[in-house]
Structure formats: C-alpha cells, structure tokens
C-alpha cells in the first residue's frame, strides 16, 4: 500500500504542478486568470485518441502532435479572444469559461460522451521496493518532473525567463524598459499551455478520456494556486504536493475515499487560507497595498 501512495502522489503531484505552475506563470504575466487552462489538458487527450486511432500514428508522434496543435489553438485564442480583452477581469473570466465549454462541446459532438482510452507508451512492468510497478507510471513520472525541471531552468537561466519574470513581477516597468510585454506574454501563454497539453498527452494512456475530465482539475488547480500564494510558481509545487498526497491518503485510507477527496483537499486549503490567507507563500495583502 505505501508504494501504491507512493505512486499515486507522485503521478497527482506532478500533473497538478503543471497545470497550476502554467495557471500561475500566465497570472502573472499577462494579469489574467484563465479558466480554460485545464480544457488544453482535456484536448490533448482527445487529440491523442484521434492521431491514434484514425490517422495510425504511433503514440509518441501523435503527443508531440498533440501538444503543437493545442498550443497553436491556445495562442490564437489567447491573441484573438483574450488578449483585446485583458484589461477586463470580468469580461476575462467570462470569455474563458465560454471557450472551456465551447471546447466541451465540440468534444461532445465529435466523440459524444462515451469513455475514450489510448495506447500505453510502453509495456511491462519494474520492480519498486519490492512490489510491481506499471512502466507506464515511470515513464510518466519521469517525463512529467523532468518537463517541470526543464521549464524551471527556463525562467531562471536564459534570458527569456528573465523576461518572463521581470514581466511578471512589474509589467509597467519592464514595458519602459524596452520589452514587447504583449509578445512575452503570448509566449508565456504558449509555454502555460504547453504544459496543460503534455500533462494531458503524458497521462492520456493512463486515465480515461470524457469531455467533461478538465472540470475536476480546475477545482484542485485553483486550490492549489490560491493555497500556494497567487503567481508563485514555488508555492504552486509545494501546494500540489500537499493536495496530492492528501487526496490519496483519503482515497487508500477511507471507504468512500474516492468521493471525499475533492472535498477534503479544499478542506485543507480552507484550513490554510484560515491561518494564512495570501497562501503559503504568497505576497501578504497588506503589502501588496
């Protein structure tokens, strides 16, 4: 059972950090909050189901595929949609939940509301601590942190995450500055959704695929974002964590696990927000004043 917790935080935390890192790094750039992030996560999948199955492609083609045609979908949606908006936080909200459900729908009408699963990457199985271990969940917690390591030396050491981050922390500022805030914040939004879409692509063999799947990981990356502190992409990691863990110490530990863990991992984040309402590691209120 530990390696079986063991496997099951790692996998959770990992594609939570994902999605709630990308969620954050666009917040903080571009000062939106984008609802229809973890739809990019759903399309992966059915994009993987669709390269799979119609056209025959293999399955690490058709997620390399796969992510390239939800970035592109996400940065015109990002620059025709969103963008000319920006400066409207309501009509930002509503636009995004619009595109989610719009993205809900057409799923709907292609593949209608049936489960949908794809191939695995690889097959076997390796030994973990003594217990049997899909080589599936390796190769997938392997790639997921190894994508989460990759975008972190990004930010903190090339010059395009200096921009990002000195975007993020001052828009105004770094505009003065000489930088093409608008074209930072598009990028920041193709690398935001690159992240949904190899989420979605790299746990695709592992979950099933229905048009409503981005809908709970929304929920728990909101959690996660506003437990964690809003725009920290270290409070975001750590904060995905500690829901992932919680979540599956509910699921392996109480009956009726299953359905309490959404529940009881908002139930932390009340819990937190109690004690310390910016987050974890978020800037205090009174400071951002």
């Not at 935390?13 to 992030?37: C, D, E, K, P, Q």
């Not at 996560?41 to 058709?62: D, E, N, Q, R």
Request: charged share 10%; net charge neutral.
């Amino acid at each position: 059972m530990l390696t079986d917790i063991l496997i099951t935080t790692l996998i959770n935390a990992s594609v939570y950090a994902m999605l709630a890192t990308g969620f954050s790094l666009i917040f903080g750039v571009a000062r939106i909050i984008n609802l229809a992030h973890t739809a990019f996560y759903m399309l992966a999948g059915y994009f993987i189901f669709s390269f799979t199955t119609v056209l025959g492609l293999g399955l690490l083609p058709a997620m390399l595929l796969s992510i390239a045609l939800v970035v592109v979908i996400a940065v015109l949606s990002y620059r025709i949609l969103i963008d000319p908006m920006r400066e409207h936080e309501a009509a930002v909200l509503i636009i995004t939940v619009a595109l989610a459900m719009v993205f809900q729908e057409l799923m709907l009408v292609f593949y209608g509301g049936h489960f949908r699963s794809v191939p695995q990457l690889v097959s076997g199985y390796v030994t973990v601590l003594g217990v049997r271990v899909s080589s599936q969940y390796v190769v997938t917690i392997g790639a997921l942190v190894a994508i989460l390591a990759a975008v972190w030396l990004v930010l903190m050491k090339t010059r395009l995450g200096l921009a990002i981050r000195a975007t993020a922390q001052d828009r105004e500022i770094a505009n003065v500055m000489g930088m093409d805030v608008s074209l930072i914040s598009t990028v920041t939004m193709a690398i935001a959704s690159a992240q949904a879409a190899a989420a979605g692509a790299l746990v695709a063999p592992l979950f099933i695929l229905e048009p409503r799947m981005w809908l709970y990981p929304l929920t728990i990356v909101l959690a996660i974002v506003v437990l964690g502190g809003i725009g920290s992409l270290k409070g975001s990691i750590i904060a995905s964590a500690i829901i992932a863990l919680s979540e599956t110490l509910v699921t392996f530990l109480l009956p009726s696990g299953a359905f309490l863990k959404g529940a009881f991992s908002l139930g932390v984040m009340i819990v937190v927000l109690l004690i310390r309402p910016e987050g974890l590691f978020g800037v205090s209120f009174e400071g951002e004043r």
